[in-house]
């Protein structure tokens, strides 16, 4: 079983940065796949970045250049690095961990909300 405790949102201004964590419970952080997910008002849940146990990662269209996600195994924890946020950044962000070797697990987080605004 992994819990997941997501920290570091808040009010930003535009073009400002924030730095989320997420910090998973449990003896398998390093065979999980790490995502953040978010989901503004009135809009479904998309996935931002995602990172596996080797390190490769992926991102939305809209993040690349100014999101980046990191994991360190050592502290089971994952990190969105978030630049140059934008209004349409807002959000409630959320950690989503997946095991994929047998039994396969999903995990979600609590969320974390983000807020960038004049």
């Known amino acids: 079983q992994v819990q997941l405790v997501e920290s570091g949102g808040g009010l930003v201004q535009p073009g400002e940065s924030l730095r989320l964590s997420c910090a998973a419970s449990g003896r398998d952080f390093g065979i999980l796949s790490m995502n953040w997910y978010r989901q503004a008002p009135g809009k479904q849940r998309e996935l931002v970045a995602f990172i596996n146990p080797a390190g490769d990662t992926n991102y939305v269209d809209s993040v690349k250049g100014r999101f980046t996600i990191s994991r360190d195994n050592a502290k089971s924890t994952v990190y969105l690095h978030m630049n140059s946020l934008k209004p349409d950044d807002t959000a409630v962000y959320y950690c989503?961990?997946?095991?994929?070797?047998?039994?396969?697990?999903?995990?979600w987080g609590q969320g974390t909300q983000v807020t960038v605004s004049s």
């Open positions: 989503y961990a997946l095991k994929v070797r047998p039994p396969v697990m999903a995990y």
